[in-house]
Each structure stands twice: as structure tokens, then as C-alpha cells.
């Protein structure tokens, strides 16, 4: 008889333990450790395990012909464009967000647009019955596409029956977490077996060359749910992101075997369903607060777009010890380190303000080269000096103080132009790169204090110590007038 091992799985990191304790040591959650049946994971009999014989394979050379077609595109260019170009046979792609954030309807639309240009395409949910698949499919419009639908939990069921036939093209499966097999006795949703589960289907999706979309859980803090040893076993993470009072949905790659990790694909949530942003820029400055102080827009770089985004800073005299430092869509980190280049080199005392700081639209950046931006925005906001609302900031900021050059400068300022912006502050060093062809009136910075001083020359209210030293000239001009394509508020 072979002995059960009860064990003890922590369902955040899948550690196991063999008594029950209240923390993880290995990730350091509390409460998350649950009794599983561990045994399932190698339920082979020892006696049979021992009279297996290796089977004998063909070991290949690197340059054999592979299959064709080795990508199919999902007819959503957005889509298509984080997965790097369309979905690779045989790759398995793991896509996570919280909860009603639209994963089914995105892929319920994909998987129609698939079905249309003539794939065989499988959706198999193991939340929603066949009825409510049916009626989001009918909400969206897309209910003649030919689809196959199934309400299915068991991994061993799913792949019987998608052996069957042709193979299909993409399968997917809503969600990872309600998947069970047979092989483990764990209860569905556990680590034991979510990873059990993920195992069978990549490795039908690695057989049979069919492009398999697990849909897992995110946790309150932004985990993909349970094991984050699915993250390892797929070819490809995504993340569908949003914030739930607004209207944006954005994909974004975490990590990617066949295609690049800093392309986003930007959403926009309608009533009939997702609706693909082309020109995201136009989305996140729609709503602009032209002409007051604190906000400055940077001309970002998303993969090979360009996406401008309009910083929000808010500086104000703080009533606490420590003052407040809160930051949304951007890293903490590198706000405390523009504050304190700023403190240092600039002249700029921050330590009696409480500082806010927001990217607008729910976006988040990665790039240094937001820097200069964040930078104007705060000296912009503590300086009570409106930026010039025709004018995009980008380039990074060194610890000394100095800008540095960033990548891709004319595809920033072509992006700016072609919004109707008329001028960017850019590094010095840049310039060259500019091309000169954008049109925009170049506003070079060598130096933060030079920014500083500009920003501070302009302010409404005379301003304290808090400008720099160097008030020489202005390399942003006086001109305050929005882009045509913007309606001026109060300036
Ligand atoms: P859903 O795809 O079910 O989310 P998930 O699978 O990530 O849990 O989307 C649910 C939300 O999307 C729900 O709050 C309603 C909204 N929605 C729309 O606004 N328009 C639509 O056309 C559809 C189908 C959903
Ligand atoms: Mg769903």
C-alpha cells in the first residue's frame, strides 16, 4: 500500500511543508498554507514506475524544416501586437487580471475574429455556463462566428475530446483555476492541482501544435492566483490591467518566449465590448487639464509606439513629521530620486511638502526617460507655474543633475506633432537626434537647474527660495497656447 503524504502546500508560492504553520517562510504570506494530498504528483506505482523502459526518441539537428505558419495572427492588432506578432503553434499563453476586468470578452472576441477567418477555435469555460458564453457573445455581436463552446472542468475530459477531429487552432480556457485532473487528489484551485492541470494542457498544446490561452486569477495584490509556478511552466504571461472606474484597458506582456515584453495593447471598454485604441495618446490626454499648474505631458515610449501621457504632480505644504510621498503609475523609487536631485542640485527644498503624483489615465510608466517631465510637473506645481500647454518633456535626470539622452527621439517628437504640440524640452544631447523634421520647437536642457529656473521664472505667485540659482534665459518661451486639437480650459 502506498502511503499517503498529506502535506502541506502554501497556495501563494507552492512551498510545502509537512506540519501546518501560520506563515510561509518561503514567501512570507500568512494563512495561505492548506492540507493537500501531495502523492497525486507522482501517482505512477512504485512497481510500475520501475518496469517502465525509456522509450527511444530521434534526436534532431537545428536545422531540420519546421511546420509552417508558425505564428497566426487574432485579427485584433492589439492583441496581436503584444503577443509580437499573432499566436505561435504550440505556445501556451497565460493571461491574468483582476476580476470583471474584461479577460472573457477579450478573448471571446478574439476567438470569434479567429473563428471568422475560417480556424478551428475552442473556448472552454469552466466558470460561466454555455448559455452565458452564448449571451456575451450575442452583446458583443459575434454570435454567427463558429466558435465551439463547452462548459468543462476536467483536464482529461478536455483533452479526450480535443483529440479528437482537427486540431484546433486556439483553445481556450476560462479560467486555469477551475481545471481539475484525475491525476491528483488535491481540491480544483489548489497549487497541487492548478499546476497538475497547467502540466496536462501544455503538454497537449506542445503535441498537438494547438495555441492554448490559460485565463488565471490575479490576487489583491496583483499575483496571478496560486501557483507562480504556472508563471514558469507557459511560454508567454500577460497582464490585462485597468482601473475599474475607467474606461482603459491595457494588455501588457511580463513575460514573452516569442515576441518583446514592452509592447502594450491599449482597450477601451464600450457597451458593445472591447473597442482596440490605435493612437493611445489621443485617449490619455483627451481629458486634459490645460493651463494648471502641476501637470506636464511626456512623450513616452511603449515597445516601438510612442504614447504621450499627461503627468500630475501636486505639491503642498505638509502638517506631518514625515511628509507624504504618494506616487500612481510610476516607481516610488525614482520619484524620491528626482526630489532628492532636485533638493541637492536645484535648490529646490521639498522636505517641507507633502508630494502626490499621478499618471493620468491609469497608465504605467517604466522609462527613466520620464524624469524630465515628473521633474517640471512638481517644479511646476510647488512653483504654482503652469507649463506651457503646446509643450511635451522627456530625458532622464543623472544624480548630478544632469539630462541624459534618451532613445528614440524623433519617434517621441514626430508622436508630439502629430497631436499638435509645438515644442519639446529635451536633452541637450538629443538634439542631434531630433532630425529636425517634426517641426516642434526644440527647447534644450543640459541641466535640471536650468529647467528649474525656466518653470520658476514663470510662476504666478512670486516664488520662494525654491527656484534655482540660474535665472538666466528661457528656453521654453511665454507663448501659452494649446494644441488646436485640444479645447483650452482656463488658462
Ligand atoms: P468579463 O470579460 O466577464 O471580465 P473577467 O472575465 O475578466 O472577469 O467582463 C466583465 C465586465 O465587463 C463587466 O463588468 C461588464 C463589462 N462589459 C462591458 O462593459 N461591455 C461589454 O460588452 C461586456 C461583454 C462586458
Ligand atoms: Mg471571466
Known amino acids: 500500500m502506498a502511503k499517503s503524504s498529506l502535506s502541506f502546500v502554501c497556495q501563494n508560492c507552492g512551498a510545502a511543508y509537512n506540519r501546518w504553520q501560520g506563515k510561509c517562510e518561503s514567501c512570507g504570506e500568512w494563512n495561505t498554507l492548506a492540507e493537500e494530498d501531495t502523492t497525486g504528483a507522482t501517482t505512477i506505482p512504485v512497481s510500475a514506475r520501475s518496469k517502465r523502459k525509456g522509450r527511444l526518441f530521434n534526436l534532431e539537428s537545428l536545422t531540420g524544416k519546421s511546420a509552417d505558419a508558425p505564428r497566426i495572427p487574432s485579427g485584433m492588432a492589439e492583441l496581436d501586437r503584444v503577443t509580437g506578432g499573432g499566436f505561435v503553434r504550440g505556445s501556451v499563453l497565460l493571461i491574468g487580471g483582476d476580476p470583471g476586468i474584461g479577460k472573457s470578452t477579450l478573448l471571446t472576441q478574439a476567438t470569434s475574429l479567429m473563428a471568422r477567418a475560417g480556424h478551428r477555435v475552442v473556448y472552454i469555460s469552466g466558470e460561466e455556463a454555455v448559455a452565458q458564453v452564448r449571451l456575451r457573445a450575442e452583446r458583443l455581436g459575434l454570435s454567427d462566428a463558429s466558435v465551439q463552446l463547452a462548459s468543462e472542468t476536467s483536464v482529461e475530459d478536455i483533452v479526450a475530446t480535443l483529440s479528437e477531429g482537427a486540431v484546433p487552432r486556439l483553445i481556450v480556457i476560462d479560467s486555469i483555476q477551475t481545471m481539475w485532473t484525475d491525476t491528483v487528489e488535491s481540491a480544483p484551485g489548489t497549487v497541487t492541482q492548478v499546476r497538475a492541470s497547467a502540466q496536462a494542457l501544455i503538454r497537449f498544446a506542445k503535441k498537438s501544435g494547438a495555441t492554448i490561452i490559460l485565463v488565471g486569477h490575479v490576487t489583491k495584490d496583483g499575483q496571478i492566483a496560486g501557483p507562480r509556478v504556472v508563471e514558469h511552466m507557459v511560454d508567454a504571461v500577460m497582464s490585462f490591467e485597468g482601473e475599474g472606474s475607467q474606461q482603459f484597458r491595457i494588455l501588457r506582456a511580463v513575460k514573452n518566449r516569442f515576441g518583446p515584453t514592452d509592447e502594450i495593447g491599449v482597450f477601451e471598454m464600450t457597451g458593445l465590448g472591447l473597442r482596440e485604441v490605435s493612437n493611445p495618446s489621443e485617449l490619455f490626454l483627451s481629458d486634459r487639464d490645460l493651463g494648471s499648474p502641476g501637470t506636464a505631458v511626456f512623450a513616452g515610449m511603449e515597445g516601438t ?38 533638493e541637492a542640485h536645484c535648490g529646490v527644498k521639498l522636505s517641507g511638502y507633502d508630494v502626490y503624483f499621478n499618471v493620468a489615465g491609469g497608465l504605467r510608466i517604466n522609462e527613466p526617460a520620464a524624469d524630465l517631465a515628473a521633474a517640471a510637473a512638481l517644479v511646476s506645481s510647488l512653483c504654482n507655474a503652469p507649463l506651457p500647454t503646446d509643450a511635451v518633456y ?91 486639437r485640444f479645447k483650452r480650459g482656463e488658462g
Do not use: C, H, Y
Not at 510612442?306 to 520619484?335: F, H, I, K, M, Y
Not at 541637450?428 to 529647467?451: I, K, M, P, Q
Not at 540659482?469 to 528661457?474: A, G
Open 394 to 484: 522627456f530625458g532622464e535626470i543623472s544624480l548630478s543633475g544632469a539630462v541624459r539622452p534618451v532613445a528614440q527621439t524623433s519617434a517621441r517628437l514626430k508622436e508630439a506633432a502629430k497631436l499638435g504640440f509645438a515644442r519639446a524640452v529635451l536633452p541637450e544631447s538629443a538634439r542631434g537626434d531630433a532630425g529636425g523634421d517634426a517641426g516642434l520647437t526644440l527647447g534644450s536642457v543640459g541641466g535640471l537647474t536650468t529647467l528649474v529656473a525656466d518653470i520658476a521664472a514663470r510662476g504666478v505667485k512670486p516664488t520662494r527660495e525654491n527656484a534655482g540659482r540660474d535665472n538666466s534665459k528661457s528656453t521654453a518661451g511665454d507663448k501659452n497656447t494649446a494644441p488646436a
Open 305 to 342: 509606439r510612442p504614447v504621450l501621457v499627461e503627468l500630475q504632480a501636486l505639491v503642498a505644504p505638509t502638517t506631518l513629521g514625515t511628509p507624504r510621498r504618494a506616487v500612481v503609475g510610476w516607481d516610488s523609487n525614482r520619484l524620491s530620486m528626482v526630489l532628492a536631485v532636485l
